[in-house]
């Protein structure tokens, strides 16, 4: 069978006016379709309803999911929800890009050669995201209201990322899920209500970190301004070992937290009527 | 001699706060229509009644700018050019809500449905957090009269009842005998938690003066002590650890704890994680006492604002319609973030004074387009608007219902007629909503 | 003379209350949300009286009001103004993400301007009509 290894390139005319809704760019709404029918795609401006070539100059076919890439041209810090729901394929987009960037992804590789705005890789269940300069709050989040975010997948971001990152994460080592986030330098709140997400920074980063963890590993290679007062100091360690078997060296303070949550606390000895005083969550910082 | 025409009005819901006074006692002037006397009520409340007379600030004919100056013209020719704007906005802003009727705000979420725009209410600025916080944690909360009835321990937690809801200590919280609490103020603890010595903490029985922007640090180690873990330090957010311990004794031994939480949490930094704690917070104590927690919710029917939008749309505030239906994310579509990426290309206020409460930024980009504007009185944002449309105002000249700052609605009441040509804010978007529909074409 | 690192907060009052109520483009109300509120023993460091005119600078703006002393101290490196539109020339847009600006909380610096103008709230907003 002859497969189709045309990449699929699209370049936007010209910044638009409102934000851009492009949750139809992606290699499965692109698979199988010929750019002819790829320009007719729904593409929301405002409250209109516009189709691609509206926007964009489109030229090359979609071939099977997988073997689709979409290189994609422009200044797209307006455009939303490029790569939303992918399952597989690869999107490279060469400017900043808008909120939403690859969120409910589960398969696939999207590399943005900028900063992203806020929500970057939203609800991820899988594939990788990989931003080479900064991005913004709530990456790897959980939408409004969810009490699962992440699930598996992992996000790379070069430079800073804001606050909220993987919040609600949900990592599971009997399902072999592992969220797990590397950024250059973070805000505050990064893994808050985590359950199992692993996060990584290599600078510094701000205050309430792993706030409401209930399991996860959070390495800080660099400086926290602060440290919450529920997180309880375990001693010195020169190797870490992540969820998924990875080893991290160097010379890290472990802290374990966040003991000021109820899950954390849920064993009451019997006899003695204490509150078991453990919890899975950890903390490193480097020493 | 001249006999005046009074009417008293007894059971009158005051129209200015989420604590919704029910005993306010109104003397009109039937003749004139006007308010002559106000009894039972807080200054502000008192000074609304009053500032709804005729006068110089209070519009009561439409208007439309030309050039510098505004002329009177028809509710036809007003509410015509005003849904022309509507129409061929592509992101329109509908916002406010906060102080006006519930059937008004059911108009408002009509209205933003059929012209696909971004509608908004007050909360957004205000305890939009709080509300961010329960839909992640839940809330343990109940009625006002529950606590009146029941609390011994009262903590504010970033609110200041003297200056932002006057009567509430002596109607609900500290100052007010309850069933269970028949020696009033002497059979409750009150606890201030606020970086100033605010003259609600001069009241209390226990000041925390915590550090500004440091609230969830101090929560998580109140949080954490619960759980008998040991605090490393000496000092948290400002506040000595023996202190801090005290509390937690406080909070553990009281019969029955309520937190009343304000902007001291939800504008500072973290915003919704300082309440996401607080509740946690509030939850854990119930493994040893009875706790709960109530926000203090700014405008009389932010609260009805936020149940109106719930229960047709789903959602309580920033709520985008412009795909066809309704979306939610603060943040993406809350006005303020919404005018400081400059995306909107027309607004509706209503009820509200965006121009005096949200940041420069967000008001720059907001006179940059059309402004459409439903207010009773002269204010920062009217007096930059290209229309004005002006309202009955409701709970003084309109029927309707509001709810209170813990979920409880009350029927407003009309003591008096509106003047000049006023319509009720309720007509006038249900005028709107008729224009639109011509122009669309349905 | 001047303040630096101090710490802002905008909030209500009830004199702003009763004066937004009254009429928001009214005198009074400039008296009433038109201020900014020091800690007694800050307010000594000023060198001036009651009433001067400052001016609070912060990251996002700057704005003149009339300086007061606070009624709700001690609370030193602690400055407030009644929420309203001075408070918003200053206030952290920034609500990182959830919907809320940063109005409490502010880094700030203050310098007296004796000669200074407070404008009445229809002026001022009328400077981000013309911006």
């Known amino acids: 069978m002859n497969k189709l290894l045309v990449d699929v390139k699209l370049k936007l005319k010209k910044r638009p006016k409102f934000p851009l809704e492009a949750e139809n760019i992606t290699p499965d709404k692109f698979a199988g379709k010929p750019a002819a029918e790829i320009m007719k795609l729904t593409i929301y401006h405002g409250n209109e309803e516009k189709k691609i070539r509206d926007f964009f100059d489109v030229s090359g076919n979609g071939g099977e999911v997988n073997d689709t890439k979409i290189i994609i041209d422009g200044d797209l810090s307006n455009v939303k929800r490029i790569g939303e729901k992918m399952t597989g394929g690869e999107i490279i987009i060469n400017s900043n890009v808008g909120m939403h960037v690859g969120n409910n992804m589960s398969g696939g590789k999207i590399l943005v050669n900028g900063n992203a705005d806020d929500w970057a890789g939203a609800m991820l269940k899988g594939g990788e995201l990989e931003i080479t300069g900064n991005a913004g709050h709530y990456v790897g989040a959980a939408y409004r209201g969810f009490w699962k975010g992440m699930e598996n997948g992992i996000i790379k971001v070069k430079g800073k990322i804001g606050n909220e990152a993987l919040s609600w994460a949900n990592g599971s080592k009997p399902s072999k899920r592992f969220p797990k986030l590397i950024c250059g330098g973070a805000g505050s709140f990064l893994g808050v209500h985590s359950h199992g997400g692993t996060i990584i920074v290599e600078g510094d980063c701000d205050r309430c970190i792993g706030a409401d963890q209930v399991r996860g590993t959070i390495i800080v290679k660099g400086k926290i301004s602060r440290i919450l007062p529920s997180y309880k100091k375990l001693g010195q360690v020169k190797e870490i070992e992540l969820m998924n078997g990875e080893i991290i060296e160097g010379k890290f303070t472990e802290y374990s937290g966040d003991h000021s949550v109820e899950k954390n606390h849920s064993k009451i000895d019997k006899k003695t009527g204490k509150i078991s005083n453990s919890s899975n969550g950890r903390l490193f910082v480097a020493a | 001699m001249a006999v005046k025409n009074i009417k008293t009005v007894t059971d009158v819901i005051c129209p200015f706060c989420g604590t919704l006074c029910d005993d306010l006692e109104v003397d009109i002037d039937t003749k004139e229509q006007k308010v002559i006397e106000v009894r039972n009520g807080c200054q502000i409340g008192t000074k609304k009644y009053f500032a709804s007379n005729p006068s110089g600030h209070r519009y009561d004919k439409p208007l439309i700018k030309d050039n510098s100056s505004y002329k009177e013209v028809s509710w036809d020719v007003a509410i015509d050019k005003a849904a022309n704007i509507l129409v061929k906005a592509k992101r329109p802003l509908l916002y406010g809500f906060s102080s006006t009727e519930c059937d008004a705000q059911g108009k408002g979420v009509e209205l933003a449905e059929m012209l696909g725009g971004i509608l908004d209410n007050t909360a957004s600025v205000c305890h939009g957090p709080s509300l961010l916080a329960i839909q992640d944690v839940g809330a343990p909360t109940s009625t006002l009269g529950e606590y009146k009835n029941r609390a011994d321990l009262v903590v504010f937690w970033g609110s200041n009842p003297v200056h932002a809801h006057p009567r509430h200590l002596g109607r609900y919280s500290d100052f007010v005998r309850g069933y269970f609490r028949k020696d009033g103020t002497n059979d409750r603890f009150i606890v201030v938690v606020d970086p100033r010595n605010t003259n609600t903490a001069q009241l209390a029985d226990m000041h925390i003066q915590v550090n500004p922007n440091e609230d969830y640090e101090l929560l998580n180690a109140i949080r954490a002590t619960l759980r008998g873990v040991e605090l490393d330090g000496d000092v948290i957010s400002g506040v000595p650890k023996n202190k801090v311990i005290e509390l937690v004794n406080a909070l553990k031994t009281c019969k029955f704890g309520v937190i009343f939480f304000g902007m001291g949490l939800t504008q500072t930094l973290s915003h919704h994680r300082n309440i996401d704690a607080a509740i946690c917070l509030v939850r854990e104590l119930n493994d040893h006492t009875k706790f709960l927690l109530t926000p203090m919710r700014g405008h009389y029917n932010v609260t009805g604002a936020n149940q109106v939008f719930s229960w047709q749309t789903g959602y309580s505030y920033s709520i985008d319609f412009s795909k066809g239906y309704p979306r939610y994310n603060p943040g993406e579509f809350s006005s303020v973030d919404v005018l400081i990426r400059d995306e909107i290309d027309a607004s509706l206020i209503v009820a509200s004074d965006p121009a005096s409460n949200f940041p420069a930024a967000a008001v720059k980009n907001m006179f940059k387009h059309p402004l459409i504007t439903i207010e009773p009185h002269h204010t920062p944002t009217s007096v930059n608007s290209d229309i004005i449309l002006p309202p009955a105002i409701a709970g003084i000249e309109c029927e309707g219902t509001a709810y209170r700052m813990d979920g409880v609605p009350l029927r407003l009441r009309k003591v008096k007629e509106a003047p000049g040509e006023c319509l009720t804010d309720k007509e006038i978007i249900e005028k709107l909503i008729d224009a639109v529909k011509k122009k669309k074409g349905e | ?131």
């Open chain 3, 1 to 131: 003379m001047s303040i630096n690192n101090l710490i802002l907060i905008t909030c209500r009052t009830i004199n702003q209350g009763v004066a937004l109520e009254g009429g928001k483009n009214t005198k009074e109300n400039v008296r009433a949300a038109g201020i900014c509120a020091f800690d007694k023993d800050d307010f000594k460091k000023l060198d001036c009286i009651v009433g001067t005119p400052v001016k609070v600078i912060t990251d996002h703006g700057e704005v003149v009001v009339y300086s007061t002393i606070s009624e709700e101290g001690p609370h030193p490196g602690i400055i407030f103004i009644p929420m309203g539109p001075w408070a918003n020339q200053v206030v952290n847009p920034d609500s990182q993400s959830c919907g809320t600006p940063t109005y409490k909380g502010m880094k700030a610096r203050v310098e007296v301007m004796p000669s200074g103008k407070v404008l009445d709230a229809v002026n001022l907003i009328k400077l981000l009509r013309e911006a």
